[in-house]
């Protein structure tokens, strides 16, 4: 049997390493989390105008299309006048690549890019 003499178990650093470490990555997906589902929201949002169009379709008619997407689902981040649609090669273009800067700590930001929002209505 062993004696209570000797006890294992964390000691009061090792508690607040563990802390420090879980309040580290907890403050990081509470910065990065909503910015990272921004972006998908506006690749959803631009899926539906894919969708929903077609190439013969004036440039403006898709900018609008664009424009009540955002509106309707509340895109933030990203304009839609920061999406840039265009023709090439008889198709439209619709492309809203762009990339969020976003503060974690002092002094320190965290830089997300979206350089898949590009998509073709062919």
Same mark, same amino acid.
């Given at each position: &049997?062993? %004696? &209570? @003499? =000797?006890? %294992?178990? $964390?000691?009061?650093?090792?508690?607040?390493? #563990?802390?420090?470490?879980? %309040? +580290?990555?907890?403050? $990081? &997906?509470? /910065?990065? $989390?909503?910015?990272?589902? @921004?972006? =998908? %929201?506006?690749?959803?949002?631009?899926?539906?105008?894919? !969708?929903?169009?077609?190439?013969? !379709?004036?440039?403006?008619?898709? @900018?609008?299309?664009?424009?009540? *997407?955002?509106?309707?689902?509340? #895109? !933030?981040?990203?304009?839609? /006048?920061?999406?840039?649609?265009? /023709?090439?090669?008889?198709? #439209?273009?619709?492309?809203? =690549?762009?990339?969020?800067?976003?503060?974690? +700590?002092?002094? #320190?930001? *965290? $830089?997300? &890019? +979206?350089?898949?929002?590009? +998509?073709?209505?062919?």
């Amino acid at each position: &049997m062993k %004696s &209570m @003499n =000797r006890q %294992s178990g $964390v000691s009061v650093i090792g508690v607040l390493l #563990i802390v420090a470490l879980f %309040s +580290f990555f907890l403050t $990081v &997906m509470l /910065r990065l $989390v909503p910015t990272y589902v @921004n972006g =998908r %929201s506006v690749g959803a949002a631009l899926n539906g105008v894919v !969708e929903i169009s077609n190439p013969k !379709e004036s440039l403006r008619a898709v @900018n609008n299309k664009v424009s009540t *997407a955002f509106t309707t689902n509340q #895109i !933030e981040g990203i304009s839609a /006048r920061g999406v840039k649609v265009y /023709r090439d090669k008889g198709a #439209i273009i619709i492309d809203a =690549r762009h990339e969020v800067r976003t503060k974690l +700590f002092d002094g #320190i930001d *965290a $830089v997300l &890019m +979206f350089d898949d929002l590009v +998509f073709t209505i062919e």
